[in-house]
């Protein structure tokens, strides 16, 4: 079985991902290998699109992984494993609903970007100072996200 991590399958496809944890690695089967691979081949080229790519980008990486996809968004009470997860925010003039693109309760919170491989495509152009900003940005976005992110159950 060969052994990777989560971060070197982003990276493969150009992607940057940040976690809590130094490494998550994942042992795979050569079935498992062969998904990963076919993902890799499928995303490889893409870029400019994160709107339009970012939902069918992880659904296509939960299967890769194996992962069960999330279920349509209003199917769970609360919502805990979904996509575009509403994040009510509190500031000092009030409440404002933000959107946290993929979202699973107690595992991750992912604010999408999708760079490109020149600066008129996606957020930046890969490799560059802009581009490492632009993901800086995005990850803090996220992280400012989650004291927001604790889900109550309505009885």
Same mark, same amino acid.
């Given at each position: 079985? /060969?052994? #990777? ?11 940057? #991902? $940040? ?11 050569? @079935?498992?290998? =062969?998904?990963? =691979?076919?993902?890799?081949?499928? $995303? ?7 709107? /339009?790519?970012? =939902? ?7 299967? /890769? ?10 199917? +769970?009470? @609360? ?6 997860? @509403?994040?009510? +925010? ?8 933000? #959107? ?13 970007? =999708? ?22 940005? /995005? ?17």
């Amino acid at each position: 079985m /060969a052994r #990777f991590t989560i971060g070197e399958i982003f990276a493969s496809v150009g992607l940057y #991902f $940040w976690t809590s944890k130094s490494a998550i690695e994942i042992e795979m089967n050569e @079935d498992d290998r =062969q998904r990963v =691979q076919n993902f890799l081949n499928n $995303w490889k080229g893409s870029q400019g699109n994160e709107r /339009a790519n970012y =939902q069918g980008f992880f659904l296509d990486l939960c299967d /890769a992984l194996g992962v069960d996809r999330p279920p349509p968004k209003g199917n +769970v009470l @609360d919502d805990p494993y979904c996509f575009d997860k @509403d994040i009510r +925010v509190i500031h000092k003039d009030g409440i404002s609903t933000n #959107f946290a693109d993929f979202y699973k309760a107690g595992h991750f919170l992912i604010e999408a970007k =999708q760079g490109g491989n020149s600066s008129k495509r996606g957020t930046a152009k890969r490799g560059t100072k802009t581009y490492d900003t632009a993901m800086e940005k /995005a990850f803090y976005q996220a992280l400012s996200y989650t004291p927001f992110c604790r889900v109550s159950r309505r009885l």
